[in-house]
């Protein structure tokens, strides 16, 4: 799936929705990485934008400072969906009366 196609689908969203993306290795992974010959963090820096401009309202982006291959990113795009789980179901419990 292109960005333009996963931009698409966050307008779908009818709910608070997260979207992590690391500032670099948003286009080839690890052949972008700095010092890489395909290195060009303009380029990482213009997709962001992109998504900051286009995603609705209800989708947060959380941006984190590294590469997309980077075990940083990782743990904190893991971490955003634990918190968006646990807040579901605190909500889900509170309605339930659970």
Request: glycine fraction near 8%; aromatic fraction near 6%; charged fraction near 30%.
């Amino acid at each position: 799936m292109d960005t333009r196609a996963r931009i698409n689908k966050m307008k779908e969203v009818r709910a608070t929705a997260l979207m992590c993306t690391p500032t670099y290795g948003l286009r080839m992974a690890e052949v972008d990485k700095e010092g890489g010959d395909l290195f060009e963090p303009g380029i990482d820096y213009f997709l962001v934008d992109t998504l900051k401009r286009l995603l609705p309202p209800e989708v947060s982006l959380k941006e984190v400072e590294c590469h997309i291959s980077d075990p940083k990113f990782a743990q904190l795009a893991v971490e955003g969906r634990d918190e968006m789980i646990s807040s579901h179901w605190t909500q889900l419990n509170g309605i339930a009366g659970i």
